[in-house]
């Protein structure tokens, strides 16, 4: 088992910044890929950013490359996403998951997910 805890969302304005954070503990050896993805209100969870935990490859949905940024810290087991120059598109329900596919943005493929993040972005 992996347990995964998001943390970092909140409302922020138009145009600012946000780095949200997921811890992973238990069994983190049979992960390749740490993912995010987000779920509006009425719409379905979409594909955000993915990293692969060993080498760091990463690998980003066109809507927020160039904005957004994954990235890992393996001595902390903890992946990051950090956002900038944000909308209120970007008004989500953000999770974190990981799975053995490498940096796939088909969320069938994690096994694993957090509990998510709400981020909010006024306008």
């Known amino acids: 088992q992996v347990q995964l805890v998001e943390s970092g969302g909140r409302l922020v304005q138009a145009g600012g910044s946000l780095r949200l954070s997921c811890a992973a503990s238990?069994?983190?050896?049979?992960?390749?890929?740490m993912g995010w993805f987000r779920q509006a209100p009425g719409k379905e969870r979409e594909f955000v950013a993915a990293?692969?935990?060993?080498?760091?490859?990463?690998y980003y949905a066109g809507s927020v490359k160039g904005r957004f940024t994954v990235s890992r810290d393996t001595a902390k087991n903890t992946v990051y996403l950090q956002m900038n120059s944000l909308t209120p598109e970007d008004t989500a329900v953000y999770y974190c998951?990981?799975?053995?596919?490498?940096?796939?943005?088909?969320?069938?493929?994690?096994?694993?997910w957090g509990q998510g993040t709400q981020v909010t972005v006024s306008s």
């Open positions: 238990g069994r983190t050896f049979n992960r390749n890929t």
């Open positions: 998951a990981a799975g053995s596919s490498l940096l796939s943005s088909n969320s069938t493929l994690y096994d694993y």
């Open positions: 990293i692969s935990w060993s080498g760091g490859m990463t």
